[in-house]
Every structure is written in structure tokens, then in C-alpha cells.
């Protein structure tokens, strides 16, 4: 399955690019050019991987991700900036930012990175189906019909 990724990045013309990239590689993409949209973009949408630009106008990144966190738990996002500092990065790690590149980055990093994230996160929900499984299983409600 190919993840649904949403970029986030208040300078279009790299969100088209970057867009146009992943694309071709048959990854599924949206874009927005706000964090204001990416919230919106998220509640309505199942994206599984987030290309999050730190410095934007408005909501920034760290509050974007913050938000996307709160709603989407299991949603991974990558963070990306030309204006990087140790403090975002950390910030953004302890918010549960999946990884943290600088711009430009290469094309190569930053497929690997949202297939490292989409992997996670796809593990992650495989980890709470087999607990619900397993939940519903030893319920002592839990009806079994041995079929003759």
C-alpha cells in the first residue's frame, strides 16, 4: 500500500516540486500552504505522513504539529526547514515529530524518511488491532461457535 502524504509548506513552489516528485513515484499526495490547513486537511482527510515546514506565517509548524499530534496521533510527521535550530528540533522530537530534515534536502532522504515514518506508523497500528484482538478474545462476554 503507498502512504497518503500531505506537504505543508508556505512556499508553493517548493511544495509543487516536492509534490510533483512524490508523485511520480506513486506516492499519494496533498498539499496545503498553511498549518491552519493542514488541520483542516487532516480532520477530513486519512493522511499518514505529514512534510511539515517549521517557519510559516500564522500557525507555525511546532503548532501545526502540536495540533496534528492531538487529533492524529498515529499520523508521522516529518519536519523540514532552511531555518533550522537545536531548540526547534528538539521541540519538535518532543512533541512526537518522526525525524527532522533541513531544506533543501535530497530526494533520496527524504523518500526514505517517509517510508521509515509510514512503517512506523503502519506498525503502530498493527500493534493495536492485535491488542484489541486480543482484548475482545479474552473477554469473558467473548461468545465461541465451534462449527460441527
Do not use: W
Request: proline share 3%; charged share 35%; net charge negative.
Amino acid at each position: 500500500m503507498v502512504p497518503k502524504i500531505l506537504i505543508v509548506d508556505d512556499e508553493e513552489s517548493f511544495v509543487e516540486i516536492i509534490a510533483e516528485r512524490l508523485s511520480i513515484r506513486d506516492y499519494h499526495v496533498q498539499t496545503c500552504f498553511s498549518g491552519s490547513e493542514a488541520v483542516e486537511k487532516i480532520k477530513d482527510s486519512k493522511i499518514d505522513v505529514v512534510i511539515l515546514d517549521v517557519a510559516m506565517p500564522g500557525m507555525d509548524g511546532i503548532e501545526t504539529l502540536r495540533e496534528i499530534k492531538r487529533m492524529k496521533p498515529l499520523t508521522e510527521v516529518v519536519m523540514l526547514t532552511g531555518h533550522a535550530t537545536v531548540e526547534t528540533a528538539i521541540e519538535g522530537m518532543k512533541l512526537g515529530a518522526f525525524d527532522y530534515l533541513m531544506k533543501p534536502c535530497d530526494n533520496k532522504e527524504l523518500i526514505a524518511k517517509i517510508n521509515e515514518a509510514y512503517a512506523r506508523k503502519k506498525g503502530q497500528e498493527e500493534k493495536i488491532t492485535e491488542a484489541k484482538m486480543k482484548e475482545l478474545i479474552s473477554s469473558p462476554h467473548a461468545v465461541f461457535r465451534k462449527d460441527r
